[in-house]
């Protein structure tokens, strides 16, 4: 095996591990996920509702896109984007002074705003590099 595809490989596996680990620590409440995407106060109560819902789906799929080659370049696209996402809504949050948790691994994990955004920007180079490299033939 190529040094690239190991790179892709261990890439995968620890985006498509993270986002598992989110998106199932998410389902377990999605009322008080629901709460910490309202603390952002980007989003109004019922889209933060259905937000909360479908998002651990949405993480949890594609998780298990990033460990199928067949789909790991698409999975990892719309891994960037999702990402890019939290990135912009944790900065906009650190921006504004407000005092949350960012909810990114389930109700009450505190986490500082900085360290969510340094953490989120990571992921999101992370998940473009897997991208970049699975596309490259």
């Known amino acids: 095996m190529s040094p690239r595809r190991i790179v892709i490989w261990v890439l995968a596996i620890a985006l498509a591990a993270i986002l598992g ?3 199932t620590a998410k389902l377990r409440d999605p009322a008080a996920f629901a709460t910490d995407i309202e603390n952002f106060q980007l989003l109004p109560p019922g889209p933060s509702a259905l937000l909360a819902v479908y998002l651990p789906w949405l993480e949890l799929l594609l998780a298990a896109g990033l460990l199928l080659p067949r789909w790991r370049a698409a999975a990892g696209l719309l891994t960037s984007l999702l990402f890019a996402v939290f990135t912009l809504a944790v900065g906009l949050a650190w921006a504004r002074g407000l005092d949350i948790t960012c909810g990114c691994f389930g109700h009450g994990t505190p986490t500082a705003l900085p ?17 970049c490299l699975s596309l490259i033939k």
């Open 115 to 131: 360290w969510a955004f340094l953490r989120n920007l990571t992921l999101l180079a992370a998940a473009t590099a897997q991208t």
């Open 21 to 23: 680990y989110a998106g």
